[in-house]
Structure formats: C-alpha cells, structure tokens
C-alpha cells in the first residue's frame, strides 16, 4: 500500500527500492530539509533507517511512505518517490557501471562521490558491479 493507491506488488517492490536509492544517494540533503540530525529515535526518517539495518521488509515500505510524507510536508514536493521514471529517454544508452547495495535493499546507484562508495544507511561498501 502507497499513499492510499493499491499497488501489484512487483510496482511496489520497484518503487520501494527505488526510493531507497534515492534517500541513500541524497541521506544529508533529506537530513537537511526534514531537520533530522538523528538523534531523535521518534522521526520518519530514523524508523526507517532503523527498519532498513534490521532487515525488516515488512516495515521498510511503510517507514519510507513516512519519510515521503515528512518531505512533502516540509516543501520537497518529490519526497522520495518523485525522482524515479520508468523510462529510458531516446538516445540514452544504459550506464557501464552501477554500484549495488550491500543490503540488496535498494537499487544501487550510479552516482557516487567517494571512492571506495559506501551505502549511506550502512556505512558498508557499495558493490561494484558491471551491466552488459
């Protein structure tokens, strides 16, 4: 369940991992515009936090609806969800290189900043991983 819209699951499935690698990608920025510095155990974002390092897939989906929400709230009109599309643009050939996650949670990433590239959530490093 999403936000009130019934989803099949492997929709769901596709749109929770992809949220993941959103927030996992952008952890300080969301810190930032939700106000979270951590320490509170009560937020959004730390219960889903806490869910994603417990392994506990029945709660993910729901602490990340949560963290969605608190973004929207606080004025990030895309929260987690808006910046995943379905789609290839014409002309946009796949990447070479994507960097999975070490939980097998989210989608991994293509984009990172640090070497070696690390998951946001767990600190363990992002695996790398070549697409053919």
Same mark, same amino acid.
């Given at each position: 369940?999403?936000?009130?819209?019934?989803?099949?699951?492997?929709?769901?499935?596709?749109?929770?991992?992809?949220?993941?690698?959103?927030?996992?990608?952008?952890?300080?920025?969301?810190?930032?515009?939700?106000?979270?510095?951590?320490?509170?155990?009560?937020?959004?974002?730390?219960?889903?936090?806490?869910?994603?390092?417990?392994?506990?897939? !029945? %709660?993910? /989906?729901?602490?990340?609806? @949560?963290? =969605?929400?608190? +973004?929207?709230? !606080? %004025?990030? /009109?895309?929260?987690?969800? @808006?910046? =995943?599309?379905? +789609?290839?643009?014409? %002309?946009?050939?796949?990447?070479?290189?994507?960097?999975?996650?070490? +939980?097998?949670?989210?989608?991994?990433?293509?984009?990172?900043?640090?070497?070696?590239?690390?998951?946001?959530?767990?600190?363990?490093?992002?695996?790398?991983?070549?697409?053919?």
């Amino acid at each position: 369940m999403h936000l009130g819209v019934r989803l099949p699951p492997s929709q769901d499935a596709t749109r929770v991992t992809a949220g993941l690698a959103y927030l996992c990608g952008h952890l300080q920025e969301i810190r930032g515009t939700l106000g979270d510095d951590g320490t509170d155990t009560s937020t959004p974002l730390h219960k889903l936090l806490s869910s994603v390092r417990s392994g506990d897939g !029945a %709660g993910i /989906a729901a602490a990340l609806d @949560g963290v =969605h929400t608190a +973004l929207r709230a !606080a %004025g990030d /009109a895309r929260g987690v969800y @808006g910046h =995943h599309r379905g +789609l290839v643009p014409v %002309g946009v050939h796949s990447i070479e290189v994507v960097y999975r996650c070490p +939980l097998e949670r989210c989608d991994g990433r293509d984009d990172v900043d640090a070497e070696p590239p690390r998951c946001a959530v767990s600190g363990r490093e992002l695996r790398r991983e070549r697409l053919s």
